[in-house]
Nanobody, 114 residues
Framework: VQLVESGGGLVQPGGSLRLSCTAS????????MSWYRQAPGKERELVAD????????SYAAFVKGRFTISRDNAKNTVFLQMNSLKPEDTAVYYC????????WGQGTQVTVSS
C-alpha cells in the first residue's frame, strides 16, 4: 500500500495550489481519504476528508470556503484544491487513507510567502 502526494510548492499569498494523492495497493473507493497538515512546532491537524463515494465531505473551520477536497476513484486519486492561500497555511500536507488499513503519505511541502 502506498500513497504519493504531489503538487506542493511555493506560492504567494492569495495564490492557489492543487495537491494530489495517488494510492496503490488498496481498494481505493472503499477508503475514507483525508488531508492533514503539520506546521513547524505544531500538532498535525485535519484539513478535510471525503468518504469513498465522495458524497460526505467535511472541512476544518480554518479552510472552509477556500479549500475543496475531491476524489477520482477511476484514478485512485484524491485532490485538495487550495485557493486564497495565507501565510498561515504553510505546512507539510499529508494524505491519509482509512479503511481496513490506515496509511499515510510522505507529505508535500506548501509554503505561502511573498
Amino acid at each position: 500500500v502506498q500513497l504519493v502526494e504531489s503538487g506542493g510548492g511555493l506560492v504567494q499569498p492569495g495564490g492557489s495550489l492543487r495537491l494530489s494523492c495517488t494510492a496503490s495497493g488498496l481498494p481505493f473507493s472503499s477508503y475514507y481519504m483525508s488531508w492533514y497538515r503539520q506546521a513547524p512546532g505544531k500538532e498535525r491537524e485535519l484539513v478535510a476528508d471525503i468518504n469513498g463515494v465522495g458524497n460526505i465531505i467535511s472541512y476544518a473551520a480554518f479552510v472552509k470556503g477556500r479549500f475543496t477536497i475531491s476524489r477520482d476513484n477511476a484514478k485512485n486519486t484524491v485532490f485538495l484544491q487550495m485557493n486564497s492561500l495565507k501565510p498561515e497555511d504553510t505546512a507539510v500536507y499529508y494524505c491519509k487513507a482509512a479503511g481496513s488499513l490506515m496509511r499515510w503519505g510522505q507529505g508535500t511541502q506548501v509554503t505561502v510567502s511573498s
